[in-house]
């Protein structure tokens, strides 16, 4: 399982894959503007490769206080990309992302980065690339999505194991 993740904005989101090997992609990987992701996911959806994508969108969530135009915004957004990949596209909450890194819904974006540092280590120099070398600002979070939603799926299929296990052993 290859999973796309995206942390939308406004104009410009960011992606990143993280493959079954569950490591960061070196390569695909960036902040585009949401125009040409749009285009992106419609190519790569016809692309045998990239069929086998799972696409998790960072998804808002309603907190009870008052938002302003860009947060409408990139809910349309959210909109365009999921139509555009199709059926199986998935969203997380960013509380779901604090919660499985951080173990606290007050995390903030720091925090985030340094559980993904201390998962994958330090992303390195030109000269000694690590394996998030490149990664910044919203990158990190689309990492943190991709992340997210690859433990929860480990979880679950774990849990499918030992359910199956329990019910052989009876």
Same mark, same amino acid.
């Given at each position: 399982?290859?999973?796309?993740?995206?942390?939308?904005?406004?104009?410009?989101?960011?992606?990143?894959?993280? /493959?079954?090997?569950?490591?960061?992609?070196?390569?695909? $990987?960036? %902040?585009?503007? *949401?125009?040409?992701?749009?285009?992106?996911? @419609?190519?790569?959806?016809?692309?045998?490769?990239?069929?086998?994508?799972?696409?998790?969108?960072?998804?808002?969530?309603?907190?009870?206080?008052?938002?302003?135009?860009?947060?409408?915004?990139?809910?349309?957004?959210?909109?365009?990309?999921?139509?555009?990949?199709?059926?199986?596209?998935?969203?997380?909450?960013?509380? /779901?992302?604090?919660?499985?890194?951080?173990?606290?819904? $007050?995390? %903030?974006?720091? *925090?985030?980065?340094?559980?993904?540092?201390? @998962?994958?280590?330090?992303?390195?120099?030109?000269?000694?690339?690590?394996?998030?070398?490149?990664?910044?600002?919203?990158?990190?979070?689309?990492?943190?999505?991709?992340?997210?939603?690859?433990?929860?799926?480990?979880?679950?299929?774990?849990?499918?194991?030992?359910?199956?296990?329990?019910?052989?052993?009876?």
């Amino acid at each position: 399982m290859k999973v796309l993740a995206i942390d939308p904005g406004t104009t410009h989101s960011a992606f990143v894959q993280y /493959d079954e090997l569950w490591v960061p992609s070196a390569a695909l $990987k960036g %902040k585009i503007p *949401n125009e040409e992701l749009l285009s992106k996911l @419609r190519s790569w959806r016809s692309c045998k490769d990239v069929q086998e994508h799972i696409v998790v969108i960072e998804m808002i969530a309603s907190y009870g206080m008052a938002v302003g135009r860009e947060v409408f915004e990139t809910c349309v957004w959210i909109g365009r990309f999921m139509e555009a990949w199709g059926p199986g596209a998935q969203r997380l909450f960013r509380r /779901d992302v604090k919660l499985n890194l951080c173990h606290t819904g $007050k995390a %903030k974006d720091a *925090n985030i980065r340094q559980a993904l540092i201390d @998962r994958f280590g330090p992303p390195g120099t030109k000269a000694a690339p690590g394996g998030t070398y490149g990664y910044k600002a919203d990158i990190w979070a689309a990492l943190a999505v991709a992340v997210t939603y690859a433990d929860k799926m480990r979880a679950e299929s774990q849990a499918i194991k030992e359910e199956v296990t329990r019910a052989k052993s009876k």
